[in-house]
């Protein structure tokens, strides 16, 4: 495109001494129209920029150019609706005197699908929305590519009035098949904007039964989200929606296991306020509510459902592997002791593969509160106390040809004797780990250690003049003398350390050797602190001894500053080699 038609654009310069709009429009139409190079014509820029006297003067050179359409298929209305530019929409659609063509623009699509209402309400322009609707209501303004409509965009984005102009003005608004083919009041369940759910609610209540992709309708969602109001309002106009499943043919759910498997207990009052027979209601597996809520741990719907009258029968009901929820519960590893309370059962219930709670408990791994639940489940029948003490104890299961060891107690079982074996290797592999990371910081610390005890500080004695040639200059000092028996404290016990770290290495082989890695562990540990501990104390030394040398130095320069000043009279001072 031309600069000075480009920029005149951008300013909405009609035109001056210098430039005049009508001459360049002119030979454009001859010639071809000038575009930029996204396709933009001269009247897609005055649009994108607002100037809507520009925009008029243009369409009344060159009318044809209004339904021009750059690379995104968009045209100037497309551009002033995005932008929010009202009165170059106005402009645009004034200048149309025949209807069918006004319709024409109105309804034109873009790459995406979009019509300028589509941009509008995306953008969130509300003027330019009640100009668009209200020039076209006999429009349905069908979804674009990703299936949204400008109703659905509405309520999505909670855009509330938008979304009252166009149920108001729209004679035939398209409301179905949106993305995921949900309907406006799904997008406008889940994104939680009350206005739009009320409106459309009063607008269309059959919206509420028509499912997702997924199978899933607005009350299901609404249950997820703990929308109490809306779930009020939709049963109260139809109360078999508590009742249609949520899912697919293969894997379904219905309204209380969602409220159930989300611990919501005002919601599951909510429901059975409205329907108080849903409380037995199965899903695909055969579970019932309080099956759900124990393999979610949502322990308050658990007690909930237990102090209900209603639901007493919930306790011994099996799924379709035959487990009751305290199956479900011994494999949770979690306790919930109301619900061992409430197990009316006079011996213990088995499943399909012929378990008992207490079997699936033992065949975990042992926690504190898995101890409790396996106390708790043996008081419940006798045949789950015997099988408790036998498993748990790993006493020999009653055989009768069986051999007895030594002392006449009963040996173990083979599989006993590798979950014993196994558990014993994965602690002594556990303490191994945190051994490694020990024998790092025990090697750095005999180092530097070392290095400390071989460069002394302060150096050693050369005068060969002197009987104390060869030894340490500060061997008198106090803060010397504790610096280097803590560096050797430091360097002994870090040495200590890393053999019975070594040692350590050597005696986890065999894994009937766990006491013993552990007792290693815990003295190499001791020793590991001391040696930290003694490094402290020869860094504080050391550090003690560096200020007492610079306090008398700095005596030392002071003195020889004063008249008559004798070197004897400041002792080990004025001697270089001591400082």
Same mark, same amino acid.
């Given at each position: 495109?031309?600069p000075?038609?480009?920029?005149?654009?951008?300013?909405?310069?009609?035109g001056?001494?210098y430039?005049?709009?009508?001459?360049? !429009?002119k030979?454009?139409e001859?010639?071809?129209?000038?575009?930029?190079?996204?396709?933009n014509?001269?009247?897609?820029?005055a649009?994108?920029?607002g100037?809507?006297?520009?925009?008029?003067?243009?369409?009344?050179?060159?009318?044809?150019?209004l339904?021009?359409?750059?690379k995104?298929?968009?045209?100037?209305?497309?551009?002033a609706?995005?932008?929010?530019?009202?009165e170059?929409? +106005?402009?645009?659609l004034?200048?149309?005197?025949d209807?069918?063509?006004?319709?024409?623009l109105?309804?034109?699509?873009?790459?995406?699908?979009?019509? @300028?209402l589509?941009?509008?309400?995306?953008?969130?322009h509300?003027?330019?929305?009640? #100009?668009l609707?209200?020039e076209?209501?006999e /429009?349905?303004?069908?979804?674009?590519?990703?299936?949204?409509t400008p109703?659905?965009?509405?309520?999505e984005?909670?855009?509330?009035?938008?979304?009252?102009n166009?149920?108001e003005y729209?004679?035939?608004?398209?409301?179905?098949a949106?993305?995921?083919? +949900?309907?406006? #009041?799904h997008?406008?369940?889940?994104h939680?904007?009350?206005?739009?759910?009320r409106s459309l609610?009063?607008?269309n209540k059959?919206l509420?039964e028509?499912?997702? !992709?997924?199978?899933?309708?607005s009350?299901h969602y609404?249950?997820?989200?703990g929308?109490?109001?809306?779930?009020s309002?939709?049963l109260?106009?139809?109360?078999? #929606?508590?009742y249609?499943?949520?899912?697919?043919e293969?894997d379904?759910?219905?309204?209380?296991?969602?409220?159930a498997s989300?611990?919501?207990?005002?919601?599951i009052?909510?429901?059975?306020?409205?329907?108080p027979?849903?409380?037995?209601m199965?899903?695909k597996?055969?579970?019932?509510?309080?099956?759900?809520?124990?393999?979610?741990?949502?322990?308050k719907?658990?007690? /909930?459902?237990?102090?209900? *009258?209603?639901?007493?029968s919930?306790?011994?009901?099996?799924?379709?592997?035959?487990?009751?929820p %305290?199956?479900? %519960?011994a494999?949770?590893?979690? $306790?919930v002791?109301?619900?061992?309370?409430?197990?009316?059962a006079?011996?213990?219930?088995?499943?399909?593969?012929?378990?008992?709670?207490?079997?699936?408990?033992?065949?975990?791994t042992? =926690?504190?509160?898995k101890?409790?639940?396996?106390?708790?489940?043996?008081s419940?029948? +006798?045949?789950?106390k015997?099988?408790?003490?036998?498993? +748990?104890?790993?006493?020999?299961?009653?055989?009768?040809?069986?051999?007895?060891g030594?002392?006449?107690k009963?040996? !173990?079982r083979? *599989?006993?004797h590798?979950k014993?074996?196994?558990?014993? &290797?994965?602690?002594?592999?556990?303490?191994?780990?945190? @051994? &490694?990371? $020990?024998?790092?910081?025990? =090697? %750095?610390?005999?180092?530097?250690t070392?290095?400390?005890?071989?460069?002394?500080?302060?150096?050693?004695?050369?005068?060969?003049?002197s009987?104390?040639?060869?030894?340490a200059? !500060?061997i008198?000092r106090t803060?010397?003398? @504790?610096?280097?028996v803590?560096?050797?404290?430091? /360097?002994t016990?870090?040495?200590?350390?890393?053999f019975?770290?070594?040692?350590m290495?050597d005696?986890?082989?065999?894994? &009937?050797?766990?006491k013993?890695? &552990?007792?290693?562990y815990?003295? @190499?540990g001791?020793?590991?602190?001391?040696?930290?501990?003694a490094?402290?104390?020869?860094?504080?030394?050391?550090l003690?001894?560096q200020?007492?040398?610079? *306090?008398?130095k700095?005596? #030392?320069?002071?003195?020889?500053?004063?008249?008559g000043?004798?070197p004897?009279e400041v002792?080990?001072? *004025?001697k270089?080699r001591?400082?």
């Amino acid at each position: 495109m031309d600069p000075t038609l480009y920029k005149a654009a951008m300013r909405g310069n009609i035109g001056d001494a210098y430039f005049l709009l009508a001459d360049h !429009l002119k030979r454009d139409e001859e010639n071809g129209y000038q575009v930029t190079s996204k396709g933009n014509t001269v009247l897609h820029v005055a649009a994108l920029y607002g100037h809507s006297h520009f925009a008029a003067e243009v369409l009344k050179v060159t009318p044809a150019m209004l339904c021009c359409q750059n690379k995104k298929n968009e045209t100037a209305l497309h551009i002033a609706a995005n932008e929010g530019h009202a009165e170059v929409v +106005r402009a645009l659609l004034a200048c149309i005197e025949d209807h069918n063509t006004k319709e024409k623009l109105t309804r034109m699509t873009d790459a995406s699908g979009d019509t @300028a209402l589509h941009k509008a309400v995306r953008s969130q322009h509300l003027d330019v929305v009640k #100009l668009l609707v209200k020039e076209d209501s006999e /429009f349905e303004f069908p979804p674009n590519h990703a299936q949204e409509t400008p109703l659905y965009l509405a309520a999505e984005s909670g855009f509330h009035d938008a979304l009252i102009n166009i149920l108001e003005y729209c004679k035939k608004p398209t409301y179905a098949a949106g993305p995921s083919n +949900r309907t406006p #009041l799904h997008a406008a369940v889940i994104h939680e904007h009350k206005d739009c759910i009320r409106s459309l609610w009063r607008w269309n209540k059959p919206l509420c039964e028509q499912p997702d !992709l997924w199978g899933w309708n607005s009350l299901h969602y609404a249950v997820k989200l703990g929308l109490a109001y809306v779930v009020s309002d939709m049963l109260a106009w139809k109360k078999s #929606l508590v009742y249609l499943p949520a899912g697919s043919e293969n894997d379904w759910t219905t309204a209380i296991h969602i409220a159930a498997s989300e611990g919501d207990v005002n919601m599951i009052n909510e429901l059975l306020n409205h329907c108080p027979d849903c409380w037995d209601m199965l899903n695909k597996n055969s579970q019932n509510a309080l099956h759900v809520s124990v393999l979610n741990n949502q322990d308050k719907v658990v007690r /909930f459902l237990l102090d209900s *009258d209603k639901c007493d029968s919930l306790v011994d009901e099996p799924d379709s592997d035959g487990n009751t929820p %305290l199956h479900l %519960l011994a494999a949770s590893g979690n $306790h919930v002791p109301e619900l061992i309370s409430h197990h009316r059962a006079k011996k213990m219930s088995f499943n399909k593969e012929n378990q008992t709670p207490l079997d699936i408990a033992l065949s975990c791994t042992v =926690t504190a509160k898995k101890e409790k639940l396996m106390e708790n489940l043996c008081s419940i029948g +006798r045949l789950g106390k015997r099988d408790f003490e036998v498993k +748990r104890n790993y006493e020999y299961m009653p055989n009768p040809n069986a051999e007895t060891g030594t002392g006449g107690k009963m040996q !173990l079982r083979e *599989d006993d004797h590798d979950k014993v074996k196994k558990a014993d &290797q994965t602690v002594i592999e556990s303490i191994m780990k945190i @051994a &490694q990371i $020990h024998i790092v910081v025990a =090697t %750095l610390i005999m180092t530097v250690t070392f290095a400390a005890g071989i460069t002394l500080p302060g150096g050693f004695e050369s005068d060969s003049d002197s009987p104390n040639q060869g030894m340490a200059i !500060l061997i008198r000092r106090t803060a010397f003398r @504790a610096f280097a028996v803590s560096d050797a404290i430091a /360097f002994t016990c870090s040495a200590v350390a890393i053999f019975i770290y070594f040692l350590m290495a050597d005696t986890s082989r065999s894994p &009937q050797s766990k006491k013993l890695v &552990q007792k290693l562990y815990d003295l @190499a540990g001791i020793f590991q602190c001391l040696s930290m501990l003694a490094v402290v104390i020869a860094f504080a030394t050391g550090l003690l001894r560096q200020f007492l040398l610079c *306090d008398k130095k700095c005596a #030392l320069e002071d003195a020889m500053k004063f008249p008559g000043y004798m070197p004897s009279e400041v002792p080990d001072i *004025d001697k270089n080699r001591h400082l």
